[in-house]
């Protein structure tokens, strides 16, 4: 399809270069126009700003592209205007364009001010066509017969340089963007930067590297289409909603934890909901019981232990369940492989109970071990004391002497009898025979067993250590009591998470999840809050005052300052204890409610505050481990926060898409699995004459003609059974069928998605009845053009080789002039040499003969003979110099490495200032006879240009020969020149025309101020 778009365009610029300009800017004006709407319309939701950012900027830019596309030559809309410019005005956009994909990466997670980024681009574009089209002080950038100046080339790199930089901001920040929306950006800058590039190339509005760059322009606002607009449309989530899995990421995290403090529990943990399933169990229960954590969750507690059936556990566990009152007990289970004693405790708390328990099988082996142990008194280890009902000691067992040596002389009043007798008497009135007490001596604990003996007129006291019993009891009841407060932090969280799925609004799940924060931590009052749109102030959701009088209005917006402002600046939670008597009373207006202690912890969305949760007046104060919990609660409230927008973006979405689709021009269909109707819009209902509500339900086919519909039940089923998306993104062309049975040709356009109910297709159907007449026709048009191209390609075949052969004979008549050029200096040459010279020399010498005769006469007056004498040398000298100018004799008596020599030799008598570097590489055999000449004429022409213009001082001439070529080069160090503006004398041109007369290759450079290099190359 795309091949066929762009060969109608290629013949429509064979038709209309303008009309096909036209249609390539406006398609890319079309583009920026609706990265803007959708930029404008999710303004309100979006997580970065870097699409409002680009929206508003390419807005600005297709204004001026349209202008552009308006002043093209050929036009005619602004009159007296050339070339000059649309091509300044692309310039300008394109300057535009680059900066502000630039910049945008910077707003990712920065506040964007529309107001004053409209204000700005405003001004910018007026500014531009203020320079161009009134002030007229923009650089000139086409000249015509000329073509691009530098200042346009030079832009165009300068453009694409800044393009290039704006990739690397947007690879900096790839975890902003899905991937696939960011490669499709990536790519649409890199072709317009290729486009950039093809545009420094033609000298005509209509050449074809313009041709070339505009193709890639459509190219690259193609991808552009494919990432921002399509995106936008079929898949918002990937475009305005990835940072709610980073939100659902936190959340995640934070479940852990609090599964990981469970976790490091030592006592065995799991929990039954009401129906006595099991909803959770640690890894110490599973450790203590031998069973994993995956085998037990989800099954009811029966079915994971039907060795449970009829003991006392399941009947505390329904007991508590029932009566919601917690319990302790100790019992056996003596079915394997769960043989054991256990501890338990049980707690209910709103949908169940938590169960804890501890395996005490080894404590009560060591009790039966003391109690038999007590039967042998002078062996038991531990201490045994007998004592009459006054105190007086009667017996001491060993150990009990040696760690009680002074109980025989104190009596009650020591430590280990302190109370004994009121115990005693207690045991008598209630007609006990017995009982249990602990005592502590020192730092040691005892559990005292204390039995009446001989009808109780003796207490007989058996006593253990259980100091270490004592410690551990404390430990599991600081454990217990740590595990109950992290449980009614688990249940508090858990409630703030399920206040998210229950609720819609903000404002209710808010205020479960302030509830729930507030009535864990124990504060009296407190509110949640927004920050308004200019995030100067707070916005109250709602405020708790804790039945304390409030006369200050709850609407009434909170500056951002004190102690708030510290939240707001660190992004953590911050408590004060002392309020009442701190700096930050006096930003309290009056009226408000007494504060003795404030908390305030900050809702945060991509590491940005966005509001925050304030709570006061707890008894006692804020601790930290309190202000870590304010901050998890903080985060569940920015969740909720985020997914209520979320939601509210949905909707808005859903209704926008819903317009979208109904008011679209292009008839949109969508199936389920099934292949029948489940959306038929009204563009639908125009093309194929069935309203909406006669087609719901029904199958596709009653739409396909019949002998399509066989493929079409094979493509549905094999749709059903795969989840292959290929057909995703295809146009294809085939026919459909209206109401009235008659047939017609349309384009489709496929999408697919998948949900839990199965694979479903969307179809966008256009009507190309009429295009496929009008393509008809164009091919009619195109054979016809195609022949008459054909026509004329033979009459310029044969111009062509008409003017190939004129060349080929200016040539050999260039070349055969250039010998015969030669030849004529040659014959000269050898005149003067022979003729002229030898006359001068025959003269000279007569001269100076008569000379020596009469040198001693008297002077004459007049002229002497000297000056005779020294006239006809000078004539000499000319004539040599003539002589050797028209051709050097020593060319073809010695060769032309001598000759090189000898020019260079009296090249520098003439200028001496000049130095020579001569690098010879080559031997005088090696150089054909047919090169020699050309290669001094170079010299000779060379260095007469050096000396006249080049003003150096240096100058180096190589010649040498490589394995398959002869090559001179002759290079200075002087003024140089501007190889646009220089206009080649003869000189330039003389020494090109010998080189590539005589089978070589010509190379010329330079540049202002650096001087100027020659080259001439002759393969052998």
């Given amino acids: 399809m795309g091949i066929l778009v762009f060969l109608g365009l290629y013949l429509t610029s064979l038709y209309s270069y303008p009309l096909f300009h036209s249609l390539a800017e406006l398609f890319s004006i079309v583009i920026a126009c609706g990265i803007f709407m959708i930029a404008w319309n999710s303004r309100r939701f979006i997580d970065n700003n870097y699409l409002l950012f680009v929206g508003i900027a390419f807005l600005f830019v297709a204004t001026i592209d349209l202008i552009h596309t308006l002043g093209y030559k050929g036009m005619g809309v602004f009159q007296g205007y050339e070339t000059n410019l649309p091509t300044q005005l692309w310039i300008a956009a394109r300057y535009m364009g680059s900066i502000s994909l630039f910049i945008a990466p910077f707003f990712l997670r920065r506040k964007l001010n529309v107001k004053l980024v409209f204000s700005i681009y405003t001004i910018a574009t007026s500014l531009l066509f203020v320079s161009i089209f009134y002030r007229e002080v923009f650089p000139v950038c086409f000249i015509e017969g ?194 054991n004693w256990y501890d338990v405790r049980v707690y209910p708390y709103e949908n169940g109970i938590s169960v804890y328990f501890q395996v005490t099988t080894e404590r009560k082996r060591m009790e039966d071990k003391m109690i038999h142990l007590a039967s042998f008194p002078e062996v038991n280890p531990n201490p045994i004391v007998e004592t009459d009902s006054t105190g007086h000691v009667l017996y001491l067992n060993p150990a009990a002497k040696q760690l009680l040596p002074d109980l025989q002389t104190v009596g009650f009043c020591h430590p280990w009898l302190a109370g004994i007798e009121s115990f005693a008497e207690r045991d008598k009135n209630q007609k006990k025979v017995g009982g249990v007490r602990e005592t502590k001596i020192g730092e040691t604990w005892y559990e005292q067993t204390i039995s009446h003996v001989l009808n109780g007129k003796r207490l007989r006291i058996y006593s253990h250590d259980i100091t270490e019993s004592k410690r551990a009891e404390e430990n599991l009841k600081i454990a217990l009591e740590e595990s109950r407060r992290r449980e009614r932090v688990i249940s508090a969280l858990l409630k703030s998470t399920q206040a998210i799925l229950q609720y819609q609004e903000f404002k209710e799940t808010a205020q479960s999840i302030f509830d729930s924060c507030k009535n864990l931590i124990g504060a009296k009052a407190g509110y949640i809050s927004l920050l308004n749109k200019d995030e100067s102030e707070n916005e109250v959701v709602f405020l708790d005052s804790g039945g304390l009088p409030c006369t200050v209005a709850q609407d009434l917006p909170m500056p951002i300052r004190g102690l708030r402002e510290v939240a707001y600046r660190t ?115 125009v093309i194929f004459d069935y309203p909406a509500e006669e087609m719901m339900g029904k199958p596709l086919l009653s739409i396909v003609p019949d002998r399509f519909r066989e493929a079409h039940l094979s493509g549905i089923h094999r749709l059903s059974l795969t989840t292959d998306r290929q057909i995703t993104g295809k146009t294809v062309e085939m026919f459909g069928l209206r109401k009235d049975r008659s047939e017609f040709p349309l384009e489709l356009s496929l999408a697919s998605w998948q949900t839990k109910e199965g694979v479903f297709v969307t179809g966008i159907i256009r009507d190309i009845t009429e295009r496929k007449r009008a393509e008809e026709e164009l091919c009619k048009s195109r054979d016809e053009l195609e022949y008459r191209v054909l026509e004329r390609t033979a009459e310029l075949t044969k111009t062509n080789e008409a003017l190939q052969a004129s060349e080929d004979r200016l040539r050999s008549l260039s070349s055969q002039l250039l010998t015969v050029q030669e030849k004529e200096r040659k014959r000269i040459a050898r005149e003067i040499h022979d003729g002229l010279g030898q006359t001068l020399a025959a003269i000279i010498f007569g001269l100076e003969s008569k000379l020596s005769q009469i040198e001693k006469e008297t002077s004459h007056h007049g002229i002497s003979l000297k000056d005779i004498l020294s006239l006809a040398r000078n004539g000499m000298e000319e004539a040599r110099r003539i002589q050797m100018d028209l051709r050097p004799s020593i060319l073809d008596d010695i060769g032309i490495l001598s000759t090189i020599g000898w020019f260079s030799r009296e090249f520098q008598k003439i200028y001496s200032h000049i130095g020579i570097e001569k690098e010879i590489l080559i031997a005088e ?65 003389s020494m090109k025309e010998r080189t590539e007369l005589s089978g070589g290759t010509f190379f010329i450079e330079s540049t202002v101020g650096k001087g100027t290099s020659i080259r001439g190359i002759w393969p052998i």
Avoid at 614 to 642: V, Y
Avoid at 940 to 953: C, L, M, W
Avoid at 956 to 965: F, G, H, P, Q, V
């Fill in 925 to 989: 055999e090696e150089i054909p006879d047919s090169l020699k000449t050309a290669l001094f004429r170079i010299v000779q022409e060379a260095f007469n240009n050096i000396a006249k213009y080049s003003k150096t001082d240096r100058v180096r001439l190589s010649l040498r020969k490589t394995e398959d070529k002869i090559e001179i080069s002759i290079e200075d160090k002087g003024v140089g020149f501007d190889m646009e503006n220089i206009k080649h004398g003869l000189g330039l041109a």
């Fill in 571 to 685: 992004g953590k939670t911050v408590f004060d204890n002392d309020f009442s008597k701190s700096e930050y009373m006096k930003f309290m207006p009056e009226g408000h409610v007494s504060l003795d202690n404030v908390l305030f912890a900050p809702l945060m969305v991509k590491e940005k505050v966005i509001g925050l949760m304030g709570l006061a007046n707890k008894p006692g104060g804020f601790t930290e481990d309190e202000a870590q919990i304010a901050t998890t609660f903080g985060e569940i409230a920015s969740i909720a926060l985020h997914k209520s927008q979320t939601l509210e973006a949905l909707k808005h979405n859903e209704e926008r898409f819903r317009s979208v689709v109904e008011t679209a021009g292009d008839a949109i269909v969508a199936i389920n699995s099934s292949g029948n109707i489940i959306s038929w819009n009204r563009s639908a209902e």
């Fill in 146 to 339: 000329v073509g691009l100046t530098p200042f346009k080339r030079v832009s165009e790199y300068i453009i694409s340089l800044i393009l290039l930089g704006s990739i690397v901001h947007l690879l900096k920040n790839r975890k902003e963007f899905d991937q696939k929306v960011l490669q499709w950006v990536v790519g649409s800058i890199i072709l317009t930067i290729a486009s950039e590039l093809a545009f420094t190339f033609y000298i005509h509005a209509y050449g074809f590297s313009n041709l070339v760059g505009h193709y890639l322009k459509i190219i690259s606002f193609y991808l552009i289409y494919k990432a921002l607009i399509e995106t936008g449309l079929t898949k918002p989530y990937n475009l305005l909603f990835k940072n709610l899995k980073q939100n659902e990421e936190t959340l995640r995290k934070s479940s852990e934890r609090f599964s990981n403090i469970l976790g490091s529990f030592s006592d065995g943990l799991f929990t039954l909901d009401d129906e006595m399933v099991v909803t959770y169990f640690s890894d110490a229960a599973a450790r203590l019981l031998g069973r994993k954590a995956e085998e037990i969750i989800g099954k009811k507690l029966l079915d994971a232990f039907p060795e449970a059936k009829g003991s006392v556990f399941v009947e505390k566990y329904a007991e508590a369940i029932l009566s919601r009152k917690s319990m302790a007990f100790e019992a056996y289970f003596g079915v394997k492989p769960y043989e």
